[in-house]
């Protein structure tokens, strides 16, 4: 099955710098790559995805990029916000047949800063 | 569109005693899955059902774990004869289609074993 391995597990960031994290996986089937923000106590929220036929995708100060030779993706958060301060996932799945189950990585405990 | 809602938010269980979770999809979700997130770590992919069916439970514990999506009525995940290593928030997630793209989250239910 896929194995997600996500880095940082933690990452504390000056308001107004770059934050990076990384996620790498095993599946060269996967070609599905959501991220998802998770507040305290609250539910996990898709924030930005990608598939494998795209090579970065941004969405205002949020962008992520995959390499599929090297099985890695990343998330880009510029000009960070104190309200950026929250858990990261990042996921990986197949979608070729359908029935397909993401799988999570363990997640990066992102402080910002002020 | 009143969103992923489970209920209770918090149940506590002396150990031995069942636990019953519910989940109601989104209007229109037919996909529903079922997650756990222990402290600290990342989401555990539990059990994958549409309506009246079990389509990947490769992630349930073999024993006290069941899981059922009827016809009518919300998603049930039963624990019988809880342990305090249940502890956990378990997540119910549902999507329009069999893909799991755009996985809609619950708020989750917080489950503590005493």
């Known amino acids: 099955g896929e194995n997600v391995e996500q880095h940082p597990s933690t990452l504390s960031v000056q308001e107004g710098d770059s934050a990076v994290i990384k996620c790498t996986y095993s599946?060269?089937?996967?070609?599905?790559f959501p991220w998802y923000k998770q507040e305290l106590g609250k539910r996990p929220q898709l924030i930005i995805d990608?598939?494998?036929?795209?090579g970065e995708k941004k969405d205002q100060r949020i962008a992520v990029t995959l390499n599929k030779t090297a099985k890695h993706f990343s998330l880009h958060i510029t000009e960070t916000q104190p309200e950026d301060s929250a858990v990261y996932f990042c996921a990986a799945s197949p979608i070729r047949f359908g029935n397909e189950k993401l799988t999570f990585g363990t997640g990066t405990r992102l402080t910002i800063i002020p | 569109n009143a969103g992923v809602m489970q209920n209770p938010r918090h149940l506590v269980r002396r150990r031995g005693q069942e636990a019953r979770l519910r989940c109601s999809p989104m209007?229109?979700?037919?996909?529903v899955y079922w997650y756990r997130q222990l402290p600290e770590e990342g989401l555990k992919f539990m059990v994958y059902l549409q309506k009246e069916n079990i389509i990947d439970e490769s992630g349930m514990p073999k024993e006290r774990f069941s899981a059922e999506f009827p016809k009518e009525g919300p998603s049930i995940l039963r624990i019988q004869q809880v342990v305090r290593g249940d502890s956990a928030a378990y997540f119910c997630?549902?999507?329009?289609?069999?893909?799991?793209?755009?996985?809609?989250f619950g708020s989750g239910t917080q489950l503590s074993v005493l």
């Open positions: 990608i598939r494998s036929n795209v």
């Open positions: 599946d060269s089937a996967s070609n599905y």
């Open positions: 209007k229109g979700h037919s996909h």
């Open positions: 997630a549902s999507s329009p289609t069999a893909t799991n793209e755009k996985l809609f």
